[in-house]
């Protein structure tokens, strides 16, 4: 069974952790260089991704996570984790930090506040069983895709699911649904890497 991680600094962790284990992960909370050297893959939440990106800082996960992602192994990141994944990020502050796992640029909050949350059904590229139920909390979106990356979903016109090799990212949140699909193919590419190595 492959141990999946979450990083348990800020934002949705228990939920994450729950979907994972539903999908049949061994799931664990990840806040040590330790607990990071002893996971497969590992799922970046949603959040605050200044408060996450200052947090990878402090507890000395920054340089060791851009390590284990360059050296290949899996990551998911939803929302604020998508924007942590990410090789440049627009409305951002200064000093966030960028892990660069996925060859893309995106914008921050890019539809729009709170107030301008939204839900919608998505067909999802590499999910099967119809539709996806994705919900959009201040949530960015895709301006830019490198030469690697696959475009999976699109939101009036926009990126909003992407792939490059082992890692995903979300501009959703499908831990908050019930509807574990995602996660079941973040898991599947977990397996897949782990077979291969």
């Known amino acids: 069974m492959s141990t999946i991680g979450v990083l348990a600094l800020q934002g949705d962790v228990r939920e994450h952790l729950a979907a994972l284990t539903a999908a049949g992960a061994r799931a ?3 806040r040590r260089r330790s607990e990071l050297d002893a996971v497969d893959g590992l ?3 949603g959040g605050e991704s200044t ?6 800082e402090t507890f000395d996960l920054l340089e060791p996570l851009r390590a284990r992602i360059a050296a290949g192994m899996p990551a998911y990141g939803s929302c604020a984790g998508l924007i942590l994944l990410a090789r440049e990020v627009r409305d951002g502050r200064p000093d966030q930090h960028q892990l660069g796992g996925l060859d893309v640029v995106v914008r921050r909050n890019a539809f729009g506040r709170q107030v301008d949350s939204f839900e919608v059904e998505l067909d999802v590229t590499g999910v099967p069983g119809g539709p996806v139920r994705a919900v959009f909390i201040r949530a960015p979106w895709v301006e830019e895709v490198g030469p690697g990356v696959e475009v999976l979903a699109s939101v009036k016109g926009r990126a909003v699911a992407v792939r490059q090799g082992a890692v995903l990212g979300t501009s959703f949140h499908p831990e908050l649904t019930g509807d574990g699909r995602v996660h079941g193919l973040f898991v599947d590419l977990v397996r897949e890497r782990a077979a291969a190595a």
């Open 51 to 56: 408060t996450m990106s200052r947090l990878l």
């Open 28 to 30: 664990v909370p990840v």
């Open 43 to 45: 799922v970046l939440p």
